[in-house]
Nanobody, 122 residues
Framework: QVQLVESGGGLVQAGGPLRLSCAASGTIFRINTMGWYRQAPGKQRELAAEMSSGGSTDYADSVKGRFPISRDNAKNTVYLQINSLKSEDTAVYYC????????????????WGQGTQVTVSS
């Protein structure tokens, strides 16, 4: 069974940095795309940033330039460096893995982490 475990959330002052980590555990052959989504109170979950195994990235306009994403394919871990935090960045941040394979032929459904709360205080 493959699981995603996030860490790094918390209460941070506006303007400060925060680094989120998400590690996939279990039997994993390869993961295509790993990324971060966020859901603010009363809003729908939205993409923040994602990265393919080859290094291609996609960012929401609202975070572009502030939230660099990186990953360690050997560790099946993705990171989100959150800089210059704003109050509107307050949300639950979820890790997602797409195109994961437990073995070369066994594809897994999209995987989600349990979420980590990021709260920005002004």
């Amino acid at each position: 069974q493959v699981q995603l475990v996030e860490s790094g959330g918390g209460l941070v002052q506006a303007g400060g940095p925060l680094r989120l980590s998400c590690a996939a555990s279990g039997t994993i052959f390869r993961i295509n795309t790993m990324g971060w989504y966020r859901q603010a109170p009363g809003k729908q979950r939205e993409l923040a940033a994602e990265m393919s195994s080859g290094g291609s990235t996609d960012y929401a306009d609202s975070v572009k330039g502030r939230f660099p994403i990186s990953r360690d394919n050997a560790k099946n871990t993705v990171y989100l460096q959150i800089n210059s935090l704003k109050s509107e960045d307050t949300a639950v941040y979820y890790c997602k893995a797409q195109g994961a394979r437990a073995t070369i032929n066994l594809y897994l459904p999209d995987l989600w982490g349990q979420g980590t709360q990021v709260t920005v205080s002004s």
